[in-house]
């Protein structure tokens, strides 16, 4: 049985790599492709949200504009009705200057009058005023006479003259009543104005926002246009690549099919040579391996970093063998036998090959150390890529899938990344035991 593990694995080693390699890059270029068409679905997807925000913004400013342009006219039609009330008060205190004119004239003219009356009363004694009047009496009976006729002189004119000061006074509280007047109207157009002029800087303000909201729209109208060209190109490369993968896989697995009958024929020589030696070792091992289907039970989870992967036995080791390296350890197990999670770490991948046969790689990050760990050949897959596993997890069955010949798992540790060239393997047991 490790015989026939041990040809596998030969078989496995003399795939070329240089097809393995490529198909990897192929297969890799589609995932980057597919992640890079994900990634500008989402950019489409946002720009849309951005765009419908943009124009729910927008329809709010022109609302709040239309608002404003309302309250505008309200405003203009009020300093109009201000402005007509301002130039009626005007007129108002004109028509009462001019009526406050005419009474000081005919106060003058009154008091000329009164005057001339006063001279003419005292015609007899020259040019004499009322004191003189009063004092030029000869006799204190004429004193008297004189006095009363006087009083009744003056007060009959200060009547008059009151009556005037009288009408002088309330048109003049009428003027500055309505100038009071003017000066509230005119507080009351500032204020109009003022409010005016704020309303304008409004409006300026949300038209600027208008006029960026329709710039950000063009701008995000732009980006859409861009990046469906953007997913149309990615479509266009994933269909070529997913063509060139086929092509591919087909000249693989010609090439695979001819090398597996090669082996095939080799390992039924070598068989029929190890039976003629050995008749009795012989049929009880292969009885074994053949007929026995009882499930082996997964390993205990140790207390170390790493698990062991599986049960069974060391078939072979790391290292060099046959002038080729072999990077990782070979564990056989007859049976049904469950493959786990060395350690807990992300699924990365978990596929078909032609060489791994059914192959899971999980990335586990352990104090800050990146390790990626392979087991292939797999009879078959219980976890997908991007799935967190834990250490001890089952992530398949073992089985002889791929470069494989007889039921075993090919374990690899990479101390980093998994490449190609398989540069950063390290030797799984020096991380577990088994
Ligand atoms: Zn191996």
Known sequence: MSATVILGLGSLLAVPSAYAESLQDMKDKKVMIQEKRTDVQSNILETETKIKN???????????LDQLEK?????????????????????????????????KDRIAKRNELLKERAVSYQEGGGNLNYLEVLLGASSFSEFIDRVSAVATIVEADQDIIKQHE??????????SAVEKKKLDLEKMLAELEKVKQQLQVQKNQQEVLLAELHKQKE????????????????????????????????????????????AAEAAAVAAAKKKQASISSSSSSSSSSSSSNATVSAPAVSSGTF????A????????????????????????TVP????????????????SYGNVVMI????????????????????????????????????????????????????????????????????????
């Open 166 to 175: 009288q009408d002088k006074k309330s048109l003049e509280e009428a003027q």
């Open 71 to 103: 309250n505008m006219t309200v405003n203009a039609n009020k300093i109009i009705e201000k402005t007509a009330e301002i130039n009626k008060t005007n007129a108002e205190i004109e028509s009462l200057k001019a009526e406050i004119v005419v009474l």
């Open 312 to 335: 069974g036995y060391v078939s072979s080791g790391f290292g060099g063998r046959w002038g080729k390296s072999h990077n990782g350890i070979d564990i056989a197990a007859s049976g």
């Open 307 to 310: 698990n062991r992967p599986s």
């Open 219 to 262: 701008h995000a109208e732009h980006d859409i246009v861009g990046f469906e060209e953007e997913a149309a190109n990615l479509k266009a490369q994933e269909t070529a690549v997913a063509q060139a993968i086929q092509l591919e896989q087909k000249r693989l697995a010609d090439a695979e099919a001819a090398r597996k009958k090669a």
């Open 54 to 64: 943009l124009q729910s913004q927008q329809l709010t400013v022109e609302e709040q």
């Open 339 to 354: 493959v786990v999670a060395t350690a807990d770490g992300v699924v990365i991948r978990a596929y078909t090959s032609s």
């Open 363 to 434: 990335s586990h990050s352990i104090n800050g150390q990146t390790f990626t760990s392979v087991y292939a050949h797999l009879n078959s897959m219980s976890v997908s890529a991007g799935q967190v596993v834990s250490k001890g997890q089952q992530v398949g069955y073992m089985g002889n899938t791929g470069h494989s010949y007889g039921q075993h798992l090919h374990f690899e540790l990479h101390k980093g990344a998994w490449n190609a060239a398989k540069s950063n393997a390290v030797n799984p047991l020096n991380y577990l035991s088994m």
